[in-house]
Nanobody
C-alpha cells in the first residue's frame, strides 16, 4: 500500500512563506505525475499545482507566481513552496501521485492557516 505523507503546514501571517513536503512510502519515481490540492472549510477540493515526471510544473491561476512545486527523485521528496500567502490560501493541502497504471494516491493532508 503506497502512502504519501505531507508535512510543513502551520500558522503563517499574510505575506509570509511556508514550505510543504510530501514523502512517499516507496520511491517517488514510481509516480508519473505529482500534484498538490487543497480544501478549505466548506469548499470543494481544488487543484493547486501539478508537476510531471520531467519536472514541468503547472499551477492554478490563484497561485501563479506565488507557489512553486518541485520534485527531487534522488531525495525522494515533493515540495511546494508557498510565498506571499493570503488569507484565502488557508486550507488543508494534500499531495497526490499518479502511477504509470493511472492509479491515484493521496496523502492525509497538512493544515495551512494564514492569519491577517
Amino acid at each position: 500500500q503506497v502512502q504519501l505523507v505531507e508535512s510543513g503546514g502551520g500558522l503563517v501571517q499574510a505575506g509570509g512563506s511556508l514550505r510543504l513536503s510530501c514523502v512517499p512510502s516507496g520511491s517517488l519515481s514510481t509516480f508519473v505525475n505529482l500534484g498538490w490540492y487543497r480544501q478549505a472549510p466548506g469548499k470543494e477540493r481544488e487543484f493547486v499545482a501539478f508537476i510531471s515526471s520531467s519536472g514541468t510544473a503547472n499551477y492554478a491561476e490563484a497561485v501563479v507566481g506565488r507557489f512553486f512545486a518541485s520534485r527531487d527523485n534522488s531525495k525522494n521528496i515533493l515540495l511546494l513552496q508557498l510565498n506571499d500567502v493570503k488569507v484565502e490560501d488557508t486550507a488543508v493541502y494534500c499531495c497526490n501521485g499518479v502511477s504509470d497504471t493511472v492509479t491515484w494516491y493521496w496523502g492525509q493532508g497538512t493544515q495551512v492557516t494564514v492569519s491577517s
